[in-house]
């Protein structure tokens, strides 16, 4: 079966950074992308990164473009989302999903919450 953990998550004053980790396994399938999802209290759920196995393609979201990283260690089977110059708004259960495929495909096709195996978020608290 497929497993998706996230951690790294706690609280942080504003300007602050957290790394995130996405430990994985189980996979059967070589060509996959690792989305990082965030939903804060009373919004959407909202895909803010990610990245291919196979090319390390990568997306952002607008809204954390410039200050949040994801990169992979293939070795480990874990894949980062790096996050500095936190802001309040920033505050949110984070999430990992996976799936087949390419991130390019995700995208053009606006289906990041499409992937079919998500992993428990962790909390990120920035206080301001």
């Known amino acids: 079966d497929v497993q998706l953990q996230a951690s790294g998550g706690g609280l942080v004053q504003a300007g602050g950074s957290l790394r995130l980790s996405c430990a994985a396994s189980g996979f059967t399938f070589d060509d996959y992308a690792i989305g990082w999802f965030r939903q804060a209290p009373g919004k959407e759920r909202e895909v803010i990164s990610c990245?291919?196995?196979?090319?390390?393609?990568?997306y952002y979201a607008d809204s954390v473009k410039g200050r949040f990283t994801v990169s992979s260690d293939n070795a480990k089977n874990t894949v980062y989302l790096q996050m500095n110059s936190l802001k309040p708004e920033d505050t949110a259960v984070y999430y990992c999903a996976t799936d087949v495929g390419r991130c390019s495909y995700y995208y053009e096709s606006d289906d990041f919450d499409g992937m079919d195996y998500w992993g428990k978020g962790t909390q990120v608290t920035v206080s301001s």
């Open positions: 990245i291919s196995s196979t090319d390390s393609n990568t």
